[in-house]
Antibody, heavy 124, light 113 residues
Framework: QVQLQQWGAGLLKPSETLSLTCAVY????????WSWIRQPPGKGLEWIGE???????TYNPSLKSRVTISIDTSKNQFSLNLSSVTAADTAVYYC??????????????????WGQGTLVTVSS | DIVMTQSPDSLAVSLGERATINCKSS????????????LAWYQQKPGQPPQLLIY???TRESGVPDRFSGSGSGTDFTLTISSLQAEDVAVYYC?????????FGQGTRLEIK
């Protein structure tokens, strides 16, 4: 049973850098892609970006200039950095697993399972 | 970006009755080479992360009760709960994975009438 456990600072000031890490327990780490998704309080879901086991990344263009996703395969962990945060970045941030290919070899991008979520609040 | 629009925003259904949630994409998410719709559905209960219910528009994830079903093709999709149970109270999201950036609908809140 794969489990994702995430952690990071929950309170930031404007202009600081958000940093979160997600550890993967159980299952294969290298066979999947790994994503970050966020959810502002009371609102919907926004995909931030993803990384593969070799470090290849794809980012949402809306955040691309401020986002870095990295991976540490020796620890089965991946991380999110979001620079120059503002109040608009206040959200619950989730890490999630992306199969990237289904059993028939089709490229896919659905998310299962998810981490427990980390509320990050940006306030002066 | 593909915009996903769900309707209604909220829905109240009696226990044991059918619940229907719609999702419309701003462009087709049907990939003609494999005839698959790149559309997933999630359930999010209060204080929990979303949980995958359905992918390929109509394939239930392992362990998802068969009262949940997905249908549709191209730009119009539906999530149906055939007989609402108390534990189905949640917000439901559709998501397209036809192209990046991956995008979600705004969510539909399902309550008991």
């Amino acid at each position: 049973q794969v489990q994702l456990q995430q952690w990071g600072a929950g309170l930031l000031k404007p202009s600081e850098t958000l940093s979160l890490t997600c550890a993967v327990y159980g299952g294969s780490f290298s066979a999947y892609y790994w994503s970050w998704i966020r959810q502002p309080p009371g609102k919907g879901l926004e995909w931030i970006g993803e990384i593969d086991h070799s470090g290849g990344t794809t980012y949402n263009p809306s955040l691309k200039s401020r986002v870095t996703i990295s991976i540490d395969t020796s620890k089965n962990q991946f991380s999110l950095n979001l620079s120059s945060v503002t109040a608009a970045d206040t959200a619950v941030y989730y890490c999630a697993r992306d199969p990237y290919y289904d059993s028939s070899g089709n490229e896919v991008n659905w998310f299962d399972p998810w981490g427990q979520g980390t509320l990050v609040t940006v306030s002066s | 970006d593909i915009v996903m629009t769900q309707s209604p925003d909220s829905l109240a259904v009696s226990l044991g009755e059918r619940a229907t949630i719609n999702c419309k994409s701003s462009q087709s998410v049907l990939y003609r080479s494999n005839n698959k719709n790149y559309l997933a559905w999630y359930q999010q209960k209060p204080g929990q992360p979303p949980q995958l219910l359905i992918y390929w528009a109509s394939t239930r994830e392992s362990g998802v009760p068969d009262r949940f079903s997905g249908s549709g093709s191209g730009t119009d999709f539906t999530l149906t709960i055939s007989s609402l149970q108390a534990e189905d109270v949640a917000v439901y999201y559709c998501q397209q994975y036809y192209t990046t950036p991956i995008t979600f609908g705004q969510g539909t809140r399902l309550e008991i009438k």
